[in-house]
């Protein structure tokens, strides 16, 4: 499987952006997705998490702006940010965790610059 992350840029602080996550196969049997990012410096961060029945997981910076969603049909997760932060910025990685695919393989993103300008 490879993921295809789309949709960064850069945007005024109290904008939106929306990422997608395009992956090369199905990803309907996939038990769990999630959104990555590491701003310069520091070490990479979950962001949020989509379970296969649509259960969710969100660090704490980002809830309540941040929503994550997948469509299994067109093999897509989504992460729509609002009211961006200059600490948003960083590159905005998609994931497959090793245990949450047959195979047992961790499947990255290319990522996707997202900067948020005050």
């Known amino acids: 499987v490879q993921l295809q992350a789309y949709g960064g840029g850069l945007v005024q602080a109290g904008g939106s952006l929306r990422l997608s996550c395009v992956a090369s196969?199905?990803?309907?049997?996939?038990?769990?997705m999630g959104w990555y990012r590491q701003a310069p410096g520091k070490q990479r961060e979950m962001v949020a998490i989509?379970?296969?029945?649509?259960?969710?997981n969100y660090a704490d910076s980002v809830k309540g702006r941040f929503t994550i969603s997948r469509d299994n049909a067109k093999n897509t997760m989504f992460l729509q940010m609002n009211s961006l932060k200059p600490d948003d910025t960083a590159v905005y990685y998609c994931?497959?965790?090793?245990?949450?695919?047959?195979?047992?393989?961790?499947?990255w993103g290319q990522g996707t610059q997202v900067t948020v300008s005050s």
């Open positions: 989509i379970s296969n029945l649509g259960s969710t």
């Open positions: 994931n497959i965790p090793a245990w949450a695919i047959r195979g047992g393989t961790d499947y």
């Open positions: 196969g199905s990803i309907r049997s996939v038990a769990a």
